[in-house]
């Protein structure tokens, strides 16, 4: 999953894109408003970690903006402790969810997740697909009973699949969501790593459950 993160307290917005790099995430960074706006605006996010109080353009102001264009990505509000009428304007516009500073990491990292499974309309942790099944907390995944190990890529590129199977993905769409703004958009690297993921998944079973669509992308789904 890819998250932008709005904040302009450089230390904490680097120490948050190094933890939820840690734990599978893309994730690029903007430190302050209009940058921010700019980037949720032209760029698709899985997610928004949004700071109020911002440089040229505070949060709720971008918040605004976004939702009255029909932008309709996750959205995170980071809040002071104690600024109720913030978190109540922010919620009103149209926020998701917020956490109010300082927060525990582990509690961001299970709300930025429950945000995402929510906007793909998969609210529980676990996803199901024939004899695979995910947990998008624990980050374990089991096969037919078995254990089978990701690295942070592969998982990230396999729950994006997950989180919306039977729907065909591009190459492009799954660049966008799993590497930074930076990435090279020419790079095979999609299609290396769907082989990864291959031999993984779906080796040594008679079900396929990564398919090929040819000229259009892939697709996570049981069954042809």
Known sequence: MKVLIVEDEKDLALT???GLEENSFA???????E????????????????DIMLPKMDGLAILNTLRKKK?????????ARGEVEDRIKGLNIGADD????PFDFSELLARLRS??????GKPAPVIVIGDLTMDTNSREIRRGGRD??????????LEYLALNKNRVIGRTELMEHIYEMD???????IDVYINYLRNKIDKDFAVQLIHTVRGAGYVLKEGK
């Open 98 to 101: 917020y956490i109010a500073k």
């Open 16 to 18: 948050l894109k190094k």
């Open 148 to 157: 089978i190990k990701l690295s942070s890529r592969e998982y990230n590129m």
């Open 35 to 50: 940058e921010g706006l700019f980037m949720a605006e032209n760029y698709p996010y899985d997610v928004l970690l949004l």
């Open 183 to 189: 990435a090279d958009p020419d790079s095979n690297i």
């Open 27 to 33: 994730v690029d960074v903007s430190y302050d408003g």
């Open 71 to 79: 932008i309709d990505m996750p959205v995170v509000m980071l809040t």
């Open 115 to 120: 945000v995402i499974r929510r906007s793909k």
